[in-house]
Each structure stands twice: as C-alpha cells, then as structure tokens.
C-alpha cells in the first residue's frame, strides 16, 4: 500500500540553526499539505499546496518559515532560524480527488526539539 | 475560526469494553473523519463519512454522520489492547471546503 515518507523522523537542533524536512506524497497526489503537530493537540495547518501552487499559507510563520514543491511531487518545509517554540511534530499530508471526495493521508512524521 | 469539541477528552477502560466518543460543530460540515495516532507516528485514517446519516464499519469500528451534520460520533466494540492510541475527529466546514478542522483528541487507555 503507497504511504506518504518523510524524513528524518527525528531532529534535534540549536536555537537559531536552520532546519528542513523532506516529504514523499503518495504517487499521484496532486495536494500535499504540511501540518504543525504539538503535543496533546490535533494538528494545525502550515501549508496546503496544490501541484507545485500553493493554495493556502495562512498559517505559515513566514518570517522563518518556507516550504516548496517546485516540481509538484516532493516538498521541503524549512526552519530558519529555529525558535525554542517550533518544537512539535511536524506532518506531512497528501490527497487526491476522487468522485469529488478528497482524504488525506499522513506521513509519520518529524519530531523536531529545539534545545 | 470554527471548532470542533470532542469529547470526551480521555478514557481509561477494561478490555473488551465497547466505547463511545463524539464531535460536535456549531456549524454544518459536509465531511467528517476519523482519524488514530499512536505515540511517536503520523494519524492512521480509520473511518471516512461524506453524507448526514451515513453510518459505516471498519472491523470493530463504526462511526455515523449526525442528521443534523453538526455531529458525528466513533464506536469501538469489544476493545483491544492494540486499540490504545489518541483519536480525533476532523472535518470540512461547509463554509470552507478546503480546510480540514481539528477536534483535540481523546486519549485512549484500555487495561488488559
């Protein structure tokens, strides 16, 4: 069965050091999304892109945060610099329209802690 | 921003207990979900619904889209103790199609 990949799955960095995660959609999913996951919540949405468009960032930190797909397959979210607060799980998502129903199904994940 | 309140937030019970939790929106949605995450990994879809009073089956697992498409709620028969894990609810607001909400979880213990 595909599954979504990510990687790492975990990170541990330095305040103000830059970090970036890698995400594999499932073949032929044309929206991925990367979700912002802390503990003892449900996720939060970073970013939603649509092939390599993106179609809803408001919730984006965009003064350190980024994310692209530049050839609408993989994607790299990106930390810079990296804030005691952004440690959390960080998921990737991906879906595809099918009969006008679209579900989303989710990598495992990169934890990251920020020391 | 819409909310979804799940409830309830936690549940420790005895195996092969059945159990019982929900979701309610103060607004309509058109789409509920139901998703588990165990420690350490991404949320598993388990159950998908896309019309009020849909009821649907995954194994032990059945979950129903309320009449009313404000609620929607996950049955667990005959717990498991696989069947640890936190389990939460989301949905398209009718208002916004694209956005999936998040309800906060509910905890699941189940003592063998």
């Known amino acids: 069965e595909a599954e979504v990949a990510q990687s790492p799955r975990y990170k541990i960095t330095e305040k103000s050091q830059a970090v970036a995660f890698w995400c594999d959609p499932i073949s032929g999913h044309a929206t991925l999304y990367w979700y912002r996951q802390i503990l003892g919540q449900g996720p939060e949405l970073l970013v939603q892109f649509q092939d390599e468009s993106v179609v809803d960032d408001s919730q984006l930190p965009k003064d350190r945060f980024s994310a692209e797909r530049l050839k609408g397959v993989d994607s790299t979210l990106k930390i810079q610099p990296a804030e005691l607060g952004d440690s959390a799980m960080y998921l990737c998502a991906s879906s595809h329209r099918d009969r006008g129903i679209d579900t989303q199904y989710f990598g495992p994940g990169t934890r990251l802690t920020v020391l | 921003g819409q909310q979804l309140n799940q409830s309830p937030q936690s549940m420790f019970i005895q195996e092969g207990e059945d159990v019982s939790m929900n979701c309610t929106s103060s607004s309509i949605f058109n789409t509920w979900l139901w998703y588990k995450q165990e420690p350490g990994e991404g949320p598993v879809l388990l159950i998908a619904l896309y019309k009020a009073g849909e009821l649907t089956s995954n194994g032990r697992l059945t979950a129903q889209f309320g009449i009313t498409r404000k609620d929607s709620f996950l049955n667990i028969s005959a717990s498991i103790p696989s069947d640890v894990g936190i389990y939460f609810c989301?949905?398209?607001?009718?208002?916004?199609?694209?956005?999936?909400?998040w309800g906060l979880g509910t905890s699941l213990a189940v003592n063998p």
């Open positions: 989301a949905g398209r607001w009718a208002g916004n199609n694209r956005k999936l909400i």
